[in-house]
């Protein structure tokens, strides 16, 4: 089976190449190293790099966008579809969560409950994530990296996406944000920690793997979409 | 005077865990141990780390590897319970503010097999 970590955060192409070999070494078959919208320019070369490097390990690039307002939100959304892989928003405020799921060309909303007491998203949400296609992110770096009332609070949030992710059938991926090799784990280790908030195996596999597999293999053809369902093929001829 | 041993009938069942320990400081095995049980009573809390008694086999020497210290060793816990103890082991990320990283390379339900297969492979 293979396994992938959408979201790895960049940082230079040393600390990438790092936590790349380790991700290898750990059983992932490919990752997204993502840089933030504001500094994604200058990442061109460390992604050639890595992909030169990397021959038989999958790597995609990603952005993570935060923006204030909605409007700041679609247009950022616009401008990095085409250049990057993965689209990922950083939730937190109710506005952005909103937005984010509205939106059918964002890939994946991170951490909506971000600065909340709430998880960030409802039913309202949830539905129209599901319209939309997009993924919501279980983070394990939250987890791994708080402890006592941080984690249980993180814990019922989690808990309260995935009644939801039951009843409206929105995908939800599980990736690390790792900042550094000693954030990543085994696949086989998520899969236990995750079962301890009652998530079923073959519900955490999906979003370990078919999940993340779809949404790279539908944001390659999403170029030649026309609308959602239709596409152009052999080049339009 | 020590207590007679169980008969074999009565005995609980065990797995052992091989386990690889990723450290910036290389540890000893009493800071193991306290890893063991400060993670799984964090995660699971004191009911439920009653049932899974763990203990600490053997820890090999560490090995620097990098930047970073890398180290094996083998823990037992009770069969039916390995994988809360797994999820527990992985939930940690830092031990005397060094950053830490435990992975669990396999399960194995004798120290014979668990020591073959995981921690010095043929």
């Not at chain 1, 909605?70 to 892989?85: E, G, I, M």
């Not at chain 1, 944000?177 to 195996?201: G, V, W």
Request: hydrophobic residues 35%; proline residues 4%.
């Amino acid at each position: 089976m293979k396994f992938y970590d959408l979201h790895i955060q960049g940082k230079s192409f040393q600390e990438d190449q790092k936590i790349l070999k380790e991700a290898k070494r750990l059983g992932y078959s490919g990752a997204a190293i993502t840089y933030p919208d504001g500094s994604y320019k200058e990442a061109r070369e460390t992604f050639k790099g890595l992909e030169e490097e990397f021959q038989d390990f999958e790597i995609i690039k990603a952005v993570s966008i935060s923006s204030e307002t909605q409007k700041q939100l679609r247009k950022k959304v616009d401008k990095f579809r085409k250049r990057a892989d993965i689209i990922i928003v950083e939730g937190g405020d109710p506005k952005i969560n909103r937005a984010a799921c509205e939106n059918i060309r964002v890939d994946i909303l991170t951490r909506p409950y971000q600065n909340r007491r709430d998880p960030g998203i409802n039913h309202v949400h949830a539905r129209i994530a599901a319209e939309n296609n997009v993924a919501i992110e279980l983070n394990t770096s939250d987890i791994i990296r708080s402890y006592l009332k941080v984690r249980t609070r993180l814990f019922e949030y989690y808990r309260d996406i995935i009644k939801l992710h039951r009843k409206f059938h929105f995908p939800i991926v599980i990736t690390s944000n790792a900042t550094s090799t000693y954030d990543l784990r085994t696949p086989r280790d998520i899969i236990a920690l995750f079962k301890c908030i009652n998530m079923q195996e073959d519900e955490i596999i999906d979003a370990l793997s078919t999940i993340p597999r779809s949404i790279i293999e539908f944001n390659r053809q999403r170029d030649s979409m026309i609308v959602l369902g239709a596409k152009i093929v052999n080049g339009g001829v | 005077m020590k207590l007679k041993m169980l008969p074999p009938s009565l005995r609980e069942p065990h797995r052992y865990l091989a386990v690889e320990i990723i450290s910036e400081e290389p540890l000893e095995k009493n800071d193991i141990v306290s890893i063991i049980w400060t993670t799984c009573l964090r995660l699971h809390g004191e009911c439920e780390t009653s049932k899974f008694k763990p203990w600490l086999i053997r820890a090999w020497e560490p090995i620097k590897d990098g930047e970073n210290y890398k180290q094996k060793c083998i823990i037992r816990c009770k069969r039916g319970e390995e994988e809360k103890v797994r999820a527990a082991l992985s939930s940690i990320s830092q031990y005397d503010n060094r950053r830490v990283a435990l992975h669990t390379i396999g399960i194995s339900g004798t120290i014979r097999s668990a020591t073959q297969k995981f921690i010095k492979p043929k």
